[in-house]
């Protein structure tokens, strides 16, 4: 019995030993593991002028190098190896993600330029939706059609739909709101698309057609601008679209 009770407090010890090293694993900064990795086992203590800093370096590898060596199973490690080593070919992928989104964003609105440009000297009437003949709202509502965006079918709905921006942030394929009424209230009575350089292409009820005017030249409808609205989003840059430290999360 005394044997059998020796040899299950030295199972125990073990695995206190080993599930402690596990959390150290756990909770320890992801970033500062991978840079540990990256290093290698056999880095050296060369230069004595940053002698402090280097001690500790070193006493964190070989205290990564214990762990390693007693409590992950090979096969992890092989893992952890084989992510460090794939990580320029992630950050390769990464960078082709990001032109793809890139390229799909400036395509779409391309596409909506390019169709609106299409429409140029139909002619106006109110609550016209098309083919031939629009109203503000109803040109919009077409041209964002054919990109697969469902807008509202009236100005003032439209004014609601997707990201608050300033005339300032403008850009390309943003829809732009305007007060037209003879005296202004704030309220949305107009709307086009901007397309770069100050230029904005409408449904005009004054010019009796579909026509592209210039805030620079029509300060009348600059002084009129109310805000825009943004429904294609740019995308968004990330350091990486691969979560590798997530495996040391699970161990």
Known sequence: MKILTKILVSIIAIQILVLGQ???????????????????FDHQVTNKTNELPLIREASL?????????????????????NLISSQQSN?????????????????????????????????????????????????????YRTAGIKIPRNSRAQAKVGQYIKYENLQKGDMVFFDTNR??????????????????????????????TNFK?????????LWGRRLIQSPQLHSSIYSYPSLFRKI
Do not use: M
């Open 22 to 40: 596990l959390s150290f694993i756990k909770y320890l900064d992801n970033g500062t593991f991978i840079n540990l990795l990256q290093n290698g």
């Open 61 to 81: 590898l070989h205290s990564k190098k214990e762990i390693l060596t007693t409590s992950i199973p090979s096969q992890l490690k092989n893992e952890i190896q």
């Open 91 to 143: 950050e390769y992928l990464n960078l082709i993600y990001q032109h793809r989104q890139k390229t799909q964003h400036q395509g779409a609105c391309l596409k909506i330029e390019n169709y609106a440009k299409t429409l140029l000297g139909h002619r106006y009437l109110w609550g016209a939706t098309g083919p031939n003949k629009f109203d503000c709202s109803g040109f919009t509502q077409k041209v």
């Open 183 to 212: 005296k202004k209230t704030g309220r949305v009575n107009h709307v086009g698309i901007y397309l770069d350089n100050g230029k904005f292409i409408h449904a005009s009820s004054g010019n009796k057609k579909v026509v592209i």
């Open 217 to 225: 030249k029509k300060k009348y409808y600059k002084s009129r601008f």
